[in-house]
């Protein structure tokens, strides 16, 4: 279903927001499962021309990460599991109409790192070298090295630079975590569905980070298991 209105997601810290001036016919805060269904629903069934989705935290991280993703883990029903797989079919659905900031939907990543057997964290609070609280999409156990995952995503060109650069600052304010005997690699991970991303923004990531395209999701997956 293709969404007619313009729908913005803005998943950013609060000082971000300060700087810019937004303007909205509809302005829905949190993007939980019920924040999502009411954006993606102004769009589509009300059919309004501009609706702005505000979060200070990946999609479904919260409240929706103990309840419906809890359940479709753990407690593996069909209904649950389509129930929290369409939640993040719609988010990626309205998102492709206007501007991300942030990680995005990171449910089909989650999926993938579950399936690969890796073990990892979601959501980890790191302190940069600033006194700044930076958190990672994921942070992955391997044998050999550990990892920092930023999953960069966006349906829009103008937003991808803005994306990039902020993974940028937060891998820069993080890289003393990059050095000494239990030194974490940083992993840019950009999901390349749409594409949106300019060979500059592929450069500026590979200044402090591995690149990795969720198109090549086995070179991803290898990036990790060999991190050295």
Known sequence: MSVQSEFRRYLVNIDTIQTRQLFTDCLVIGAGIAGIATAYYLCTRYKKASVLLVDSRPAMSFTSAQSGDNYRNWWPHPVMTAFTEMAGRKTRICGTRGELYG????????????????????????????????SPDFHVRAIRR??????????????????????????????????????????SLFDDTLDVWSDEDFQLAEQL???????????????LANAA
């Open 146 to 187: 550990s990892s920092v995952v930023y999953v960069l995503s966006t349906g829009s060109k103008s937003a991808a630079r803005p994306i990039v650069n902020l993974v940028h600052t937060a891998f820069f304010d993080l890289n003393h975590l990059a050095a000494g005997p239990e030194a974490l690699k940083f992993v």
């Open 209 to 223: 980070s591995t690149v990795t395209r969720w198109s090549q999701p086995n070179e991803f997956a290898d990036v």
């Open 103 to 134: 990680d995005g939907s990171i449910i089909e990543h989650y999926d993938f790192l579950t399936e690969k057997q890796f073990e990892f964290d979601r959501g980890e609070k790191l302190a940069g070298r600033s006194g700044r609280v930076w």
